[in-house]
């Protein structure tokens, strides 16, 4: 039994967490951070292997430390998981690892934080869960009939493992194109990729700059209300041979008819040109040996891997809130206008990791934690 104390519970050790917790120990707050996992950045730890990142080195990496400078421009997943691990050594932060929370609900001006190691209250409590805590996994009829395998993306780690076989990777977002690609080296080609919409590609060195470099001079040079018109011109600026390919291209993120996060670069379009990866419509059930898909067909495969995101898993507030489009509870959020990263109407309660828009999480959870610190201060009246 570990007992739990200090004016702060941040729950979670993943970039969030930690984040709060390097600004936390600058303004002498007193805090201890709990995780489920019996390892820091559990999500990072369990990212497919060829991962790598859609945001710049130079914009994503945890306060007071950027990743080194002998990073590629877009690092490894792995290469990100052992910065955040030497994060956390190198600071010697307050965690306990193996705690999970279970309940957190206001009491006394505070929350009662019900965890696997008991009860104990706080002044404030800084969500920091994530947007990745659970898979989803998308109820189609006959499911439970197909013999074959059916993985989510989370699951997946190396393509060497499905040599040879039939595969349908359902979802075309960055996950699900990097996932076809590297299987095309190792299962039954063609690799199905189920898509359902337009697809968004960007290109990886616009004009020979990343896209972070991009979004930094939109913001430096231009007003607020041109950023999203002139981005929309350079970041994806079209590959002339893509109507060949068989997968509608989306003009842009504001104009795609989808909602799919734009993967980057070309991989995609050469490989359908080349037949390794052939497109085909959603999926709308499952027979014991195949799929229906949306046109009518049946295809039949071995395996389906499940690229079709994640949300949060917030069922431990046990309070009433009201959740915005990505099932997070609102806040008064745009923190660029004077926002605030307290959950609205409940005073105490933080949350950190919200954004995904812009230069990345990383980069915007470096923001939120800042703020939801300095609005803990403000609360706690520290000087
Ligand atoms: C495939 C993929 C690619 C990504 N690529 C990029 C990228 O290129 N650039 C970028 O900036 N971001 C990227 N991200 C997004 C983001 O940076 C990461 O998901 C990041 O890990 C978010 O940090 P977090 O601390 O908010 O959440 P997480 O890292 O998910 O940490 C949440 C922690 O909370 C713990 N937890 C959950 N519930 C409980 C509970 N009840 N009690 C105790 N502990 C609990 C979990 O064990 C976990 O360790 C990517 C995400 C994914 C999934």
Known sequence: MVDLGGDVLVIG???????????????????????????????????????????????????????????????????????????AEEHDFNIRLGVSVRRVAPENGGWLAETSEGSFWFPCVIVATGRYCAPIIPALPGMNDFRGQILHARDYRLPSTFAGQRILVVGAGPSGVDIALELTQAAQLPVYLSVRSDIVISRSFPYGLPNSAWLILARGLLPKRWHSKFLNKVLYHGYPDSRAAAVEIAPNRTDRKGTSTPIRGRGLIDAVRASTIKPVPGVTGFHQDAVELADGSRLPVDTVILCTGYRPVLDYLDIPFETDSQGYPKRADDLDEGGTTEVLGWPGLYLVGRFYRGLGPLHNIRGEAKRAVQEIRARLQIP
């Not at 559990?42 to 790598?52: E, G, M, P």
């Open 13 to 87: 050790a993943g970039p969030s967490g930690l984040a709060s917790a390097y600004y936390l120990e600058q303004a002498g707050i007193s805090y201890v951070i709990v995780d489920r996992a019996d390892e820091v950045a559990s999500t990072w730890a369990h990212l497919y292997r060829s991962l790598h990142l859609n945001t710049a080195s130079f914009v994503t990496y945890l306060p007071g430390k950027r990743m080194p400078v002998t990073s590629p421009v877009y690092p490894a997943g792995h290469k990100l998981y052992e910065y955040i691990r030497q994060y």
